[in-house]
């Protein structure tokens, strides 16, 4: 039997990294290049390094919104000059094998059911918590495809700004931008903190926030924490009250916030979610490998070629 094989993409702002991997999601070579110059052109160019006859299919993913259907990026921060662009379409025609595009979280929420620590549930909702929020939604093992803005449920009516225009965003209040813009009002403030005797060349890190000033007891630092853990607690209840998952998958830096954030987070989440649907939920904490997306990539593409998937044949 022919040999199946499928290139998985992830189009970074810094870094364009494509993978060849097997149906069962182990990567047999992986490459790198700067997202620098003409990137559909590098990207090309980098598929084509991997290529072989046995490739069935390509996947990219994208951070931003994607019209997966028209094969469209309609906004991509750290990547504009992909917007707009027919990029699935071209590279279709070029290697003459399907090519679709995602989202990174939702990929990364497939990667994760494929070879992560999703693998032992088959529904599960994915939460990225980094310097934004995101997420991702597995369920019967497959990925949901739909948008998953996860960070930007409402959990505050007329709440923070958020990043992306509206208020009252879980991202405006449970990312570790929102945790440092919690830490600046704090200063400005003049509320009393160890924080302000921090050396002022040195921007203070969430990771200082959550590791030392918390830890040394700093009345803001535990305050900011424990806020931010409250509302990450909403946005997990309302997951489970909607989608009732087998699991939530937390990763991402702040995953390591343990004490008050965390603990607040889960404290809240119980509190919070429909008693009874809470207890079939099970919620866990995982690091992301960097290779996670690039097997969910991998594997949306298989899927497209078999035309289990409306993603483009
Ligand atoms: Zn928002």
């Given at each position: 039997?022919?040999?199946?094989?499928?290139?998985?993409?992830?189009?970074?702002?810094?870094?364009?990294?494509?993978?060849?991997?097997?149906?069962?999601?182990?990567?047999?070579?992986?490459?790198?290049?700067?997202?620098?110059?003409?990137?559909?052109?590098?990207?090309?160019?980098?598929?084509?390094?991997?290529?072989?006859?046995?490739?069935?299919?390509?996947?990219?993913?994208?951070?931003?919104?994607?019209?997966?259907?028209?094969?469209?990026?309609?906004?991509?921060?750290?990547?504009?000059?992909?917007?707009?662009?027919?990029?699935?379409?071209?590279?279709?025609?070029?290697?003459?094998?399907?090519?679709?595009?995602?989202?990174?979280?939702?990929?990364?929420?497939l990667?994760?059911s494929i070879?992560?620590?999703g693998r032992?549930y088959d529904s599960f909702?994915?939460?990225?918590?980094?310097?934004?929020?995101?997420?991702?939604?597995v369920r019967n093992r497959q990925l949901?495809?739909?948008?998953?803005?996860?960070?930007?449920?409402?959990?505050?009516?007329?709440?923070?700004?958020?990043?992306?225009?509206?208020?009252?965003?879980?991202?405006?209040?449970?990312?570790?931008?929102?945790?440092?813009?919690?830490?600046?009002?704090?200063?400005?403030?003049?509320?009393?903190?160890?924080?302000?005797?921090?050396?002022?060349?040195?921007?203070?890190?969430?990771?200082?926030?959550?590791?030392?000033?918390?830890?040394?007891?700093?009345?803001?630092?535990?305050?900011?924490?424990?806020?931010?853990?409250?509302?990450?607690?909403?946005?997990?209840?309302?997951?489970?009250?909607?989608?009732?998952?087998d699991?939530?998958?937390?990763?991402?830096?702040?995953?390591?916030?343990?004490?008050?954030?965390?603990?607040?987070?889960?404290?809240?989440?119980?509190?919070?979610?429909?008693?009874?649907?809470?207890?079939?939920?099970?919620?866990?904490?995982?690091?992301?490998?960097?290779?996670?997306?690039?097997?969910?990539?991998?594997h949306?593409?298989?899927?497209?070629?078999?035309?289990?998937?409306?993603?483009?044949?």
């Open positions: 039997m022919k040999k199946k094989l499928s290139i998985g993409v992830d189009l970074g702002g810094t870094n364009l990294r494509a993978a060849i991997v097997t149906p069962e999601g182990t990567i047999e070579k992986k490459l790198k290049v700067p997202s620098v110059g003409d990137v559909l052109k590098t990207l090309s160019e980098l598929i084509e390094r991997l290529f072989t006859p046995d490739v069935v299919g390509i996947g990219l993913a994208v951070a931003g919104l994607v019209d997966v259907k028209n094969k469209k990026v309609l906004f991509s921060p750290n990547l504009r000059q992909i917007e707009g662009a027919d990029i699935a379409i071209i590279l279709q025609e070029r290697f003459k094998v399907p090519v679709c595009l995602e989202n990174d979280a939702n990929l990364a929420a990667g994760e070879a992560g620590a032992s909702v994915l939460f990225t918590l980094g310097t934004g929020i995101g997420g991702g939604i949901v495809s739909v948008s998953s803005e996860i960070g930007h449920m409402i959990v505050e009516a007329s709440g923070r700004m958020c990043g992306c225009g509206r208020q009252g965003c879980l991202e405006a209040y449970a990312s570790s931008s929102a945790i440092m813009s919690m830490v600046r009002e704090g200063l400005n403030s003049g509320v009393d903190t160890l924080m302000k005797h921090h050396p002022p060349n040195l921007a203070i890190t969430p990771a200082e926030v959550y590791l030392e000033y918390a830890q040394k007891g700093d009345a803001l630092a535990i305050d900011i924490l424990t806020k931010a853990g409250l509302y990450l607690g909403i946005g997990i209840a309302n997951i489970i009250n909607i989608l009732s998952p699991a939530v998958i937390l990763t991402g830096g702040l995953i390591e916030a343990k004490t008050y954030y965390l603990q607040t987070a889960m404290q809240t989440a119980y509190t919070t979610a429909i008693k009874e649907l809470f207890e079939q939920t099970t919620i866990i904490t995982t690091h992301l490998s960097d290779d996670i997306g690039l097997i969910g990539s991998a949306v593409a298989f899927q497209a070629a078999e035309g289990l998937l409306n993603y483009g044949k």
